[in-house]
């Protein structure tokens, strides 16, 4: 591949540059089904004429008052049902929640850029289809990626919510972009290529794949941010400035890594508490996973 694209450098800088388009939005493999929680009712809704599957929970104390629904958005490569630990705390605090599987990923249908490619601009047509079909949000809950794609649906959806959590933010996709050209060897005349045709195709600048840029294009509300110091796919330092952009409170773990700070009990009960108005809306709280926790 890289004797390609250092050939294609210099010959086929367009083509080229296509290829690693295509390359770059490839699918990940489906992660295998996770347990979710009993009770929720399975759902789908059209989104671009294809299929986004997700379950619904509305076992709430007072199911005759108004839903107060949470939404939950998980990252590339994943799906809904990593947020299983969070459904049972966010209904007992009066919550129907929502989760969704996303193009190509989870028990959904692949999106408009067919079986073996989707984009964060999918990721968020889906949430403001699935948002479309349950109302307002009291909350949206998103993982790595998700942030992205959530802020794309206020942006240009009709999703609105009252509270924002994000959890091992995925804060650009710039350095990643850099990254993936040194890994293929393609030089200058593809990489503008590579730029023109992801414009072109998903309707966005490379530039503004950054969850900074994309905050800064909607009206702000309180936020709330955690991730793990030692995150290998989120640099700690790149969330450390997304959350002081967006004036939230930053929630420090350390040795949860990407995936697994998504069921950690301490971290759910910090979702909570946030999406209940129980948590500050300022400052900085640190939870260490060295056996205790430290505020």
């Not at 503008?192 to 905050?215: C, H, K, M, Y």
């Amino acid at each position: 591949m890289g004797v390609y694209f250092r050939y294609a450098e210099h010959t086929l800088p367009g083509p080229a540059g296509r290829l690693a388009r295509d390359l770059w939005f490839a699918a990940p493999p489906r992660m295998a089904g996770l347990p979710a929680p009993e009770g929720g009712e399975p759902f789908e809704v059209e989104v671009q004429g294809h299929i986004v599957r997700g379950i619904v929970w509305s076992d709430v104390p007072d199911p005759a008052a108004p839903p107060r629904t949470v939404y939950l958005m998980h990252g590339w490569g994943g799906r809904g049902s990593q947020f299983g630990a969070m459904v049972e705390p966010l209904l007992r605090s009066g919550r129907r929640v929502v989760m969704l599987d996303a193009p190509a990923h989870g028990d959904s249908d692949h999106g408009p850029a067919g079986p073996r490619r989707t984009n964060g601009l999918e990721f968020a047509k889906a949430l403001d289809a699935v948002f479309c079909r349950f109302g307002p949000a009291d909350a949206v809950v998103a993982h790595s990626l998700g942030t992205i794609a959530t802020y794309l649906a206020l942006r240009f959806g009709w999703l609105g919510t009252k509270r924002l959590v994000f959890i091992a933010p995925m804060v650009e996709s710039q350095t990643l972009f850099d990254q993936f050209e040194g890994a293929l060897g393609f030089g200058k005349r593809t990489r503008r290529a590579f730029d023109r045709s992801v414009l072109e195709w998903v309707g966005i600048p490379v530039a503004e794949f950054d969850a900074r840029f994309q905050a800064a294009q909607v009206e702000p509300v309180p936020t709330l941010v955690i991730t793990d110091r030692g995150d290998r796919q989120t640099p700690y330092d790149d969330v450390v400035d997304f959350a002081w952009s967006v004036q939230a409170p930053l929630v420090t773990t350390e040795g949860l890594g990407h995936r697994k700070i998504l069921r950690d009990p301490d971290v759910v009960a910090c979702v909570v508490d946030f999406v209940s108005g129980r948590a500050a809306t300022g400052g900085q709280v640190s939870v260490i996973r060295d056996g205790s926790s430290v505020a």
